[in-house]
């Protein structure tokens, strides 16, 4: 089973496109798991425990495991969820791009050491950078389009022949990198007139799309400008708003009930 397919059969068996972040920091943790031997690992045990019947995927952000010096706890929380969600993607957001041989070892770390089913990645450096990432035919490689954050039209919305930078993203991601047919596109909720443009643009590759909750994105804009032909094709990431929904020693059950919610409310409007 490629990505594609892990990813559409995950989201309908839990009838959800909810991506749940897993992104703990030490400092926000709840009390309860101060002491412990691998408080991260704990700490995400728990909200995938809670989360597991609600979501599409899992997206753990390798800078704040490697940033803690936390990669055996990134591992464990990868291991858990093949053990206990074994049907739910993982997509390993790290957005690496560096020269051929440099993007080999990056693809083996994502693919190989930590066994993500995806990985997001950065297009800036061309072809070469993503093509080590690409040949690994059963695993996603999701490809950074339109982001999220303010700055993010500095370089994006650069006009290029006629055409804005993401579109040309898009585009290439469509017609040229997709060889394979396991490419995605980051696409940020907090641009929803661009998310709408790209989905013109690429009406069947999957959207991972970061910005709703802390960040502000539009869930109903979303669901509406993002969705595919069949009424999918998207991973709508919510971080800080599920795994810090509940900072309390109930904090798992805090989590399953705002990724429960979520879902809701994003199925109203599909």
């Not at 060889?179 to 991972?208: K, S």
């Not at 904090?251 to 429960?260: I, L, Y």
């Amino acid at each position: 089973m490629n990505f594609y397919e892990k990813l559409k059969n995950a989201a309908q068996l839990n009838r959800s496109l909810v991506c749940v972040g897993l992104d703990p920091d030490l400092k926000k943790l709840p009390a309860c798991l101060a002491g412990k031997k691998n408080p991260i690992f704990e700490f995400n045990k728990a909200i995938i425990d809670a989360t597991r019947d609600w979501v599409c995927c899992y997206k753990p952000q390798v800078a704040y495991y490697a940033g803690q010096g936390a990669e055996a706890e990134l591992r464990m929380t990868i291991d858990y969820i093949r053990e206990q969600a074994p049907l739910v993607p993982v997509i390993l957001d790290a957005k690496r791009g560096d020269i051929g041989s440099t993007a080999e070892m990056y693809a083996r770390e994502a693919f190989e050491q930590y066994n993500a089913d995806a990985v997001t990645v950065n297009p800036y450096m061309g072809f070469d950078t993503l093509k080590p990432f690409l040949d690994y035919a059963d695993r996603g490689v999701v490809i950074l389009c339109r982001t999220s954050n303010p700055n993010s039209g500095d370089l994006q919305n650069l006009m290029c022949d006629g055409k804005m930078v993401y579109e040309h993203v898009a585009e290439l991601a469509r017609d040229k990198w997709n060889y394979n047919h396991n490419v995605a596109l980051v696409i940020g909720a907090t641009y929803p007139e661009e998310l709408r443009h790209v989905r013109e643009l690429c009406p069947e590759l999957p959207f991972l799309v970061p910005g709703v909750g802390a960040q502000g994105g539009d869930v109903e804009k979303v669901v509406r400008y993002g969705c595919d032909a069949s009424g999918g094709g998207l991973a709508i990431n919510s971080s800080r708003g599920i795994i810090y929904a509940d900072r309390s020693e109930a904090f798992g059950a805090g989590a399953g009930r705002a990724a429960r919610e979520l879902r809701d409310l994003i199925n109203s409007f599909r």
